[in-house]
């Protein structure tokens, strides 16, 4: 009885290890490497429209609490008109 519960629990490992081996394998092949790269570029992407929401908030903040037309900025072309009224 005793090497039965053995074998049982021999096999069981055997086939753990041989799924973990199969994983393994199937991430250090071109897909796994494709996954992986993809995983990272939606990552940075991600990460870059976040910071891009963020400093545009910050940029709204910082307009309200100066006291600089936003309206004027649009009408007048934008990067230039901001420059002279932070000059002001």
Known sequence: MNRIIWMGI???IGVIAFRKVTEA?????????NRAVGRLADGLFDFADAVREGMGERETELRTALGIDTATDIAAGGAVARRDAVRR
């Open 10 to 12: 021999g096999v069981a």
């Open 25 to 33: 394998q199937s991430a250090l092949g071109p897909e796994g490497l």
